[in-house]
């Protein structure tokens, strides 16, 4: 029986209560492995209530917060961490593998341990932006037994040589909500808009504010702001909140469109309410201004069969078939257009799309197999590696193209 290691990090439970994308995708990959005859050793916070067959908890609830401090004073929080699945992965002898969603402290520890032989081989998930840590990956060089994945294909198109030479492909991430999705009965659609995710320049909450603006529809803004996972904390933050990026973001470009009334921001939700919220919208909006990674709120609002309209970059062209579970816009200025049409897509096919390809149990086949490669030391050194996902037709297939993307529908 084949025993992974599988690294959640020090950051936030699994599974997290209320935002949190790479604790989600654990949450959702654990069980399946499990019911896969994998067993799942999780190094997570102590305060985790995903069941596995053994946990690390090096600390005993998630460190989000610290990520506030500045860099001398927080980076030892994930080093400690890591230490500790070290530590584990060289005393003990039945760990086959460790699969870590640490961003770059994991990859670069774990490149060291392996290349000494002190470790297991690993597959280190890049969750990230890969232009964010260029420097480090294309510098990386860590032998033969330490491979990584990315969450999609568009993500490791923008890899530098040097990480692409450990890449195994892409495995696009998973939602829970998708398994049995096409069986799910309809749920009646609210008037309302909704942008699910961090408030952060690159998820573009104030484009979406000023598209309901403009088109007349009400928008619900769920998410934190930075660490403020609801208004009142902020509030009380004072003006200690402004050193933070994102909360500068929603200061200068996202509140003086929320009115409270048209715009509304309503701070993190979670389970339930996250998800009535989602299936009763009408669209979720994904104005990116940034190349999007993954994307786990776009398989979520599929699975719950409401449509995602955004901007075609990062994954979302791999994740949204434009015309049939969302549309893909070209520019901001297409948005309000392709808002208006969200009416025409078909609630069912979103489903049935998230129910065939964004399963926890598709996603956790791709892994068990990519554990497979890693541990026999085969396959690799490609960008598409052997166990891409495919695309909306199930098929695997290129990324779309913008320029691929058809133009605006006329309004109905
Ligand atoms: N999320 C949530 N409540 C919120 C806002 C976000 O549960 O109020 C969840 C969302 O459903 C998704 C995750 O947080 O599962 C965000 O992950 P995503 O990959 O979309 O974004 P990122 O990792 O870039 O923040």
Known sequence: MTTVLMNAGPWLPVPPDGYGGIENVIAALVPELRRLGIRVLLAT?????????????????????????????????????????????????????????????????????VLAAAVPPALHTLHWDLRKHADFYSALD?????????????????????????????????????AGADRRPPVQKAGHGVVMGRITPGKGQHLAARVAHECGFDL??????????????????????????????????????????????IGTVSGQERNTLVASARVSLFPLQWEEPGGTAVVETLALGTPAVGLARGCLPELVEHGRTGWLAQSPADLAAFVQAAGRIDPRECRE?????????????????????????????TEAGPFDSGSAHGAPGPVTSVSAVPAAPEES
């Open 45 to 113: 916070v102590a305060r985790s209530a995903l069941p596995a067959d053994e946990r690390l908890t090096p600390f005993p609830d998630g460190q989000f917060h610290a990520l506030q401090r500045p860099y001398n004073q927080v980076s030892g929080v994930a080093h400690a961490h890591q230490q500790a699945v070290v530590r584990a992965l060289r005393d003990r002898d039945d760990i086959d593998l460790v699969h870590d969603h640490v961003e770059v402290v994991g990859l670069s520890v774990l490149s060291a341990a």
């Open 142 to 178: 860590a032998g033969p037994r330490v491979r990584v994945n990315g969450v999609s294909a568009s993500q490791l198109h923008r890899a530098p040589e040097a990480l692409r030479q450990h890449s195994l492909g892409h495995v696009h991430l998973a939602t829970p909500l998708a």
């Open 220 to 265: 619900i803004l769920a998410g934190p702001v930075g660490p403020y996972r609801q208004p009142a904390e902020l509030t009380a933050a004072g003006d200690a909140a402004a050193a933070n990026p994102d909360v500068r973001y929603w200061e200068d470009e996202v509140r003086p469109l929320v009115d409270g009334v048209r715009v509304r921001w």
């Open 353 to 381: 799309q998230a129910a065939r390809r964004f399963t926890p149990a598709v996603m956790a086949a791709r892994y068990a197999g990519l554990y497979e490669h890693v541990i026999s030391g085969t396959g690799g050194g």
